[in-house]
């Protein structure tokens, strides 16, 4: 991954947080239709919190 400034910083997929570069963040990578998604998370608890709901 690049290194990303403030104005394209992801938001969290669960709470919306924006998701800087920090060792509690993740991603998930998925292929969807032939395109790479890359979903953003601050942290486990909300990935976990995020794929319990799906």
């Known amino acids: ?3 990303s400034t403030d104005e394209d910083t992801p938001e969290c ?3 919306g947080d924006s998701v800087g570069s920090s060792a509690e ?3 998930i990578t998925t292929v969807e239709d032939g395109t790479t998604v890359y979903k953003h998370f ?3 608890d909300c990935r976990d919190i995020w794929e319990s709901s799906r």
């Open 1 to 3: 991954m690049t290194d």
């Open 13 to 15: 997929r669960h709470c």
């Open 25 to 27: 963040q993740r991603v």
């Open 42 to 44: 601050c942290s486990d």
